[in-house]
């Protein structure tokens, strides 16, 4: 799914949900972080999706090397109440250290302790009318979350 923001220029988030009239977009990033504290660039994009796709919350997803834990921001726009950007952390290798292959239950699993937009709770496998839109030229170290999160929701 992409969408023209600039001349020839799309906007392609990783994985989009839709259900209903609710979208939510989750963006996986590579890079490790510190501290739960996303780079002013990563933030701008989420500020994008918001915009351009009409998404109620975006979600940045990084691999949990420190063991941080979940940040929830809003962003401050007046016009329109503002929305929510999550920064998320699952552990991409599991304890054994091979690749964890629970990585898409740990993704709907997002408790909502704190008010979050949590997947889990809206997408639950009791109501699956709901569409899952891909970025259709994901790299492989992306592709196997993309698979999972298919095999998953079916």
């Known amino acids: 799914m992409g969408k023209r923001f600039w001349e020839q220029k799309l906007i392609k988030p990783d994985i989009v949900i839709q259900k209903g009239s609710d979208t939510y977009v989750l963006?996986?990033?590579?890079k490790v972080l510190k501290e739960a504290k996303p780079s002013d660039d990563d933030l701008k994009q989420r500020y994008a999706y918001h915009h351009y796709l009409c998404a109620k919350c975006t979600y940045l997803l990084y691999p949990n090397v420190y063991k941080l834990n979940?940040?929830?921001?809003?962003?401050?726009?007046?016009?329109?109440g503002g929305f929510q950007c999550e920064v998320r952390f699952v552990d991409v290798l599991g304890a054994d250290g091979k690749l964890n292959e629970s990585v898409g239950e740990?993704?709907?699993?997002?408790?909502?302790k704190t008010g979050s937009c949590a997947v889990?709770?809206?997408?639950?496998?009791?109501?699956?009318?709901f569409s899952l839109n891909l970025r259709e030229e994901l790299g492989d170290r992306d592709r196997w979350i993309v698979n999972f999160l298919q095999v998953y929701w079916k």
Request: charged share 35%; aromatic share 12%.
């Open 106 to 112: 740990e993704i709907l699993g997002f408790q909502d």
């Open 27 to 30: 963006d996986t990033k590579w």
């Open 70 to 80: 979940p940040r929830k921001g809003s962003y401050h726009i007046p016009k329109d």
């Open 120 to 129: 889990l709770k809206l997408y639950s496998l009791e109501q699956p009318r």
